[in-house]
């Protein structure tokens, strides 16, 4: 597979984030399968670990309600950190608090997976 250019992979990954807030990639537990990998995982902006399942499970609930508000992101910055792995960082404004998040993403002939996440709160 050729690598595409980070600017191309900046395109495809911005409108991703928040992961598992953009409802258009889907709701479904097959959907939320399909875009994270076996082995994902995340650390909350809680300092919490949270598995694959967990989230999920979680996921599904919340996909019940409304988003409460449209999770504004800003000052993305992506780094490649190997063949088809990359790590996107950005500030999350929720309405009250800050946070800096990062997900690693893996480019896979099936589309992109979600390998990691992690929150943390800025003070």
């Not at 597979?1 to 600017?7: F, Y």
């Not at 893996?106 to 990691?116: A, E, V, Y």
């Amino acid at each position: 597979m050729v690598e595409p250019s980070i600017a191309a992979v900046l395109a495809q990954l911005v409108p991703r984030e928040p992961i598992f807030h953009r409802r258009e990639f889907g709701t479904s537990r097959e959907a939320l399968e399909a875009m994270t990998d076996e082995a994902f995982w995340e650390i909350g902006a809680s300092g919490r670990v949270y598995t694959r399942a967990f989230v999920i499970d979680n996921l599904i609930k919340r996909y019940r309600d409304p988003e409460p508000h449209d999770w504004p992101c800003r000052d993305f910055a992506i780094s490649r950190l190997a063949d088809g792995i990359y790590q996107l960082s950005y500030i999350l404004e929720e309405p009250d608090r800050r946070t800096w998040r990062t997900t690693l993403w893996r480019n896979t002939s099936g589309g992109w997976k979600i390998l990691f996440h992690q929150g943390t709160v800025i003070a």
